[in-house]
């Protein structure tokens, strides 16, 4: 098992490597200066040329596409993330300020894919073909297709504008006032869990009836097991080795949903301030949270991995 | 011995065409998708012609008005007909989402069976990059793809083609390793036949169903993630009408007018619902097994 996270880390390793690589890349290999994305447009045609090249000394561009990389590579290992065009001030504190937000509502989402997902999941493949199952089959394909922000807005309008229940949009820190912030939350959270949430279920489900034709759970039933033991211990269990795997892969989703749904309730978290740098063509930002977000994507698989080794003596022994 | 197993064989495949069209068309949510998604792709066709108004001029003597007897589903803040340019905007959705798999199916494939084929640290190069994709939410990445490029048609399929090409890549790769260890590959390979050969001929058909099943979902998903881009304001830009962009517009005036909002968003919802529940049918029509992988 230890050689399997071993390699599993060193496998993260490169391929956090290989990230950087790409968006320090996508940024540079485009045909226009990379002055211009530094500068706005106005300000680079006022100057002359001695000035451009000047500046192109101070940020470092009059060096090669490698001495270039390895500089800006070893700032963000210094926890420096470069400065902002539009701002002028170092972006690294700005995006690190946003983050808790983002990670707020994403975990919530994320918690409630597991506890509302999987059983209602479990009861649809037990029952399967009777009324629970085509209730929650049907709600579940409409879950993984509802587009969030469209689900955001018909939820606005009932609750916020109509029956004036909760808030419109913001987000207040839950240390200043936690109650106004549960309210804040509850539509967000919502609108960003139920593709997690539906998937889960689905996947649950599918699991389930996998592992249900097995020999060891007709044995088990054969054996005169209550149904909660043999669902629960001998199916369920093996069951959630693959949802566990997917659920490792929904970070990435669930980070892409909090873009538009920061948007839509003007929540000031990262992915909101992705959408406004990119409007803003601020690219040291761009640069920074796409940096940050797939750090975050490539460790939460790396921890699905060793969770998953962990669980499936399979893995762990191979 | 020999004429018992070929006579056997004949009605078997007969009934796995028939066995397909049983099970795919047994649910009813399987094939009320088919119907969304024909009448969808006709839309998409003879909309120019059919829309009751010109869906980019401005009638600002009949602007913002909700659903009447002659805008049925009311009018923009320019007085542009709701309706028409639903119509009109399952083109963008259409042409987007057919250009961004197509493009990404092929390029995905291309790695993937590159890298299954050659193996070694070809396999280790590809499948590390893939990853590193696969790192980036897909909305995010054809957001910045966006953003450097421009929000033109192109940019927007080979930004989300980007986004969407490492599940093809797996996919392929996962496939063809496995395929390659079947028994007829090995006695293919035992009569004579080349690489290439083995290749085309018994590994890359094996993959197909499963590919059919990843493609139909992926043209849901990509439409939903184009409709995400022009929700922001990134995708198509106005006046061509794009339903995501149609939702935000209409968001302003959400207290007043819902419907703005409502109904572009409704239509994105019925067609994403179709491609999902057909890409279900087809999966389980196709191959059951691939549950659990797609």
Known sequence: MFTHILRRLVQAIIVLLIVTMLVFLIVRLLPSDPIVLYLSQTEVNV???????????????DKS??????????????????RSILKRIPITHDIFARLPITFHLGILAFILSFVVGIPVGVISAVRRGRWQDTIATFLANIGITIPSFWLAIILVYIFALKLDWLPVQGYTSPVTDFWLNTRQIILPVFCMCIFPVASSARQTRSAMLEVMHQDYVRTAWSKGITEQVVIFKHALKNALIPVITLKGMSFSMLIGGSVIIETVFNIPGMGRLAVTSVVNQDYAYVQGIALIVAFVVVMGNLATDIIISWLDPRIRYA | MLTLNSAAAVPARVSETRRFFKVFFSRGFVVFGMVIILGFIILAIISPYITPYDPDVPDLAARLSNPSAAHWLGTDTI???????IMVGSRTSLVIGLGAVTL???LGMGLGLMAAYF???????????VDALMAFPMILLALMMVALMGSSIINVIIALAVGGLAGYARLMAAQVLSIKENDY????????????????RHVFPNTVPALIVLITMALGGTILAEAGLSFLGLGIQEPTAAWGGMVNTGRQYLLSYPILSIAPGGAIMLVVFAFNMVGDGLRDALDPRLRGIL
């Open chain 1, 47 to 61: 100057m002359n040329d001695e000035q451009l090249d000047a500046l192109r000394h101070e940020f470092g561009l």
């Open chain 1, 65 to 82: 596409l490698p001495a270039q990389y390895v500089e800006w590579f070893g700032n963000i290992l210094h926890g420096d993330f470069g």
């Open chain 2, 79 to 85: 007085g542009r007909d709701t309706l028409s340019r």
């Open chain 2, 104 to 106: 990404a199916a092929i």
């Open chain 2, 119 to 129: 193996g070694g640290w070809v396999y280790t190069v590809i499948m590390r990059f």
């Open chain 2, 185 to 200: 590959v090995l006695a293919a390979r035992s009569l004579g036949s080349g690489n290439f050969r083995v290749m085309l």
